[in-house]
């Protein structure tokens, strides 16, 4: 009698992707060996060297295992169902029978003289399969220490391009990589330091409509993003998934470090219920962060990584662990899981992943017409080009040139010319330090502020304004490249 086998994801590389099998069989033994005769590869992933159905097979018959009913010998019907589910170990790692050559027992000694990892431990890491979300500051110390240690499938999704600011902190990319996808330079960097390591690359943002089909069957995922609107999509989807997510987390000299897991402990809604609104926590790009400090951050993430996997040690569920850098010191919060929340809790609201944007708060960028107010409202020739006001000022035509940037960032480098430093933010109480006799050009990094400056000196009843386009990058681009660019 005819019927369906269906394969599990982890094993449809033995079936050429295939995911259910029709073939005749009256027991469920005469159904695997017809799949294993068909698909020979797949015959030591079911089965031992005796023959014996392996230990972490689980096999159903529709909705029943076969070890309540009559293992092998249970009988089949005209078009039940056969299903094979791998199992997995303590909550994290599937064990597949993997086994270690002799190189690999070479490369991995000092491991292997651990009790806590030992053979067996060393086949868990590479029998695992970790996501890492992020190929940049913190998926720089995850990659390459989780490829050392010989974890067997690395994901990395990432979409970002190399740029020299990358540098500084994200040590998976070099020099040379700048211009290239840090996709590309990652699996390069990991190939070296270990072969033996798969590496499956994810050239994409992760998005709401992504995101489970992504994260299904890794046994970890490492979340390396910096804007909320990840940390939650990565934080429910792991939830819904049942797969622990472990966070770090960066922000000029203070690191931040967990393990999330919604069925041993709390997760990241439990923490944070909402979002901080936009704008009250900068990024890493706005506010800096010490080019090292990822580097500790993520390296605890990579030993929370390896001790999930292995079974091994306390993990940091439930404790948030809180590093000052400048002060050098380590402080750890409890965290508890909160009985009312939305995702995790007995009667969760949110269900499905959402539109992460919009619950963060970040409008839509604005549509044409509202850009056309503003540029309606500023005038023409509101902006001038870098080549516009190089004229200028080399014309010797009176100029109040205005830097509104921080003055860290004036440290850092200015216009040659500059007649006045004063921060967008305190512009309008310092209104009366700008004179109102000479045009004004006002400047920022690039651009964004600059705009604000403009409004707020209209606002003031100064007319003869108008703003650098592009800031002292675009200076730097087009007239005058021993500016750094930061
Ligand atoms: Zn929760």
Request: a negative charge; proline letters at 6%.
């Given at each position: 009698m005819?019927?369906?086998?269906?394969i599990?994801?982890?094993?449809?590389r033995?079936?050429?992707?295939?995911?259910?099998?029709?073939?005749?069989?009256?027991?469920?033994?005469?159904?695997?060996?017809?799949?294993?005769d068909?698909y020979?590869?797949?015959?030591?992933?079911?089965?031992?060297?005796?023959g014996?159905?392996?230990?972490?097979?689980n096999?159903?018959?529709?909705?029943?295992?076969?070890?309540?009913?009559?293992?092998?010998?249970?009988p089949?019907?005209?078009?039940d169902?056969v299903h094979?589910?791998?199992?997995?170990?303590?909550?994290?790692a599937?064990v597949?029978?993997?086994?270690?050559?002799?190189?690999?027992?070479q490369?991995y000694s000092?491991?292997?003289?651990?009790?806590?990892?030992?053979?067996?431990?060393?086949?868990k890491?590479?029998?695992?399969?970790?996501l890492?979300?992020?190929?940049?500051g913190?998926?720089?110390?995850?990659?390459?220490?989780?490829?050392?240690?010989?974890?067997?499938?690395?994901?990395?999704?990432?979409?970002?391009?190399?740029?020299?600011?990358?540098?500084?902190?994200?040590?998976l990319?070099?020099t040379?990589?700048?211009?290239?996808?840090k996709?590309?330079?990652?699996?390069d960097?990991v190939?070296?330091?270990?072969?033996?390591v798969?590496?499956?690359g994810?050239?994409?943002?992760?998005?709401?409509?992504?995101?489970?089909?992504?994260?299904?069957?890794y046994?970890?995922?490492?979340?390396?993003?910096?804007?909320?609107q990840?940390r939650?999509?990565v934080?429910?989807?792991?939830?819904?998934?049942?797969?622990?997510?472990?966070?770090?987390?960066i922000?000029r000299?203070?690191?931040?470090?967990?393990?999330?897991?919604?069925?041993?402990?709390?997760?990241y809604?439990?923490?944070?219920?909402?979002p901080?609104p936009?704008?009250?926590?900068?990024?890493?790009?706005?506010?800096?962060v010490l080019?090292?400090?990822p580097?500790?951050v993520?390296?605890m993430?990579?030993?929370?990584?390896?001790?999930?996997?292995?079974?091994?040690?306390?993990?940091l569920?439930?404790?948030?662990?809180?590093?000052?850098?400048?002060d050098m010191?380590?402080?750890?919060?409890?965290?508890?899981?909160?009985?009312?929340?939305?995702?995790?809790?007995?009667?969760?609201?949110?269900?499905?992943?959402v539109?992460?944007?919009a619950?963060?708060g970040?409008?839509?960028?604005?549509?044409a017409?509202?850009i056309?107010?503003?540029?309606a409202?500023?005038?023409?020739?509101?902006?001038l080009?870098?080549?516009?006001?190089?004229?200028?000022?080399?014309?010797?035509?009176?100029?109040f040139?205005l830097?509104v940037?921080?003055?860290?960032?004036?440290?850092?480098?200015?216009?040659?010319g500059?007649?006045?430093?004063?921060?967008v933010g305190?512009?309008?109480?310092r209104?009366?330090?700008?004179?109102?006799d000479?045009?004004i050009?006002t400047?920022?990094?690039?651009?964004v502020?600059?705009?604000?400056?403009?409004?707020?000196?209209?606002?003031?009843g100064?007319?003869n304004?108008?703003s650098?386009r592009?800031?002292?990058l675009?200076w730097?681009?087009?007239?005058?490249?021993?500016v750094p660019?930061?």
């Open positions: 005819s019927i369906i086998i269906r599990p994801s982890a094993l449809r033995f079936t050429g992707e295939s995911a259910a099998i029709t073939t005749a069989a009256s027991t469920v033994g005469e159904a695997l060996s017809a799949l294993v068909e020979p590869n797949l015959r030591t992933h079911l089965y031992t060297g005796e014996a159905l392996r230990s972490f097979v096999v159903f018959v529709n909705d029943e295992d076969i070890r309540h009913a009559a293992g092998l010998s249970t089949l019907t005209e078009n169902e094979i589910v791998p199992s997995i170990a303590g909550g994290s599937a597949e029978p993997v086994e270690l050559s002799v190189d690999e027992i490369r000092r491991h292997l003289l651990l009790p806590e990892v030992g053979i067996a431990g060393q086949r890491l590479k029998a695992a399969r970790v890492l979300v992020g190929a940049g913190l998926g720089s110390p995850l990659a390459m220490y989780l490829a050392a240690a010989g974890v067997g499938h690395l994901g990395i999704i990432d979409f970002d391009v190399v740029d020299h600011s990358n540098l500084q902190r994200q040590l990319h070099g040379k990589d700048v211009g290239r996808p996709l590309e330079s990652a699996r960097r190939r070296d330091i270990n072969p033996f798969e590496v499956e994810y050239e994409a943002a992760l998005t709401a409509s992504n995101a489970l089909d992504i994260l299904r069957g046994d970890v995922v490492a979340d390396g993003t910096d804007n909320f990840s939650y999509l934080n429910d989807a792991c939830v819904m998934l049942g797969i622990p997510n472990v966070y770090g987390s922000f000299f203070e690191g931040q470090a967990s393990v999330f897991d919604a069925r041993t402990g709390p997760c809604r439990c923490l944070y219920p909402e901080p936009p704008g009250l926590v900068p990024s890493c790009a706005e506010g800096g080019g090292v400090l580097g500790i993520g390296s993430q990579a030993i929370e990584t390896i001790k999930l996997v292995l079974g091994q040690g306390s993990s569920v439930g404790r948030l662990l809180l590093f000052d850098a400048l010191r380590f402080r750890e919060l409890k965290l508890r899981k909160n009985p009312a929340c939305n995702l995790c809790g007995p009667n969760p609201t949110v269900t499905e992943l539109d992460y944007d619950f963060c970040i409008a839509p960028g604005p549509t017409d509202e056309a107010d503003v540029q409202r500023r005038g023409r020739g509101w902006e080009s870098p080549l516009e006001l190089k004229a200028e000022l080399d014309g010797g035509h009176p100029l040139l830097d940037r921080e003055p860290h960032e004036v440290e850092i480098c200015s216009i040659p500059t007649s006045a430093t004063v921060p305190t512009l309008a109480d209104i009366g330090e700008i004179p109102g000479a045009p050009v400047y920022c990094r690039s651009g502020r600059s705009a604000k400056a403009f409004d707020t000196l209209r606002a003031a100064l007319s304004v108008r650098l592009g800031g002292i675009a730097s681009r087009d007239i005058d490249p021993s660019q930061y």
